[in-house]
């Protein structure tokens, strides 16, 4: 049982990793458009 927890814990820290680091393209993508358009 410790297994399948320490198992699922792992899984849900790396799926919030990539899940995060889509989140700041994302924003960093806008904030290049808004640029964009301001000059």
Do not use: K, P, S
């Amino acid at each position: 049982m410790l297994r399948l927890t320490l198992a699922m814990v792992a899984i849900l820290g790396i799926a919030a990793c990539e899940t995060t680091e889509g989140f700041g393209r994302d924003v960093q993508n806008a904030g290049e458009a808004i640029e964009n358009e301001a000059e």
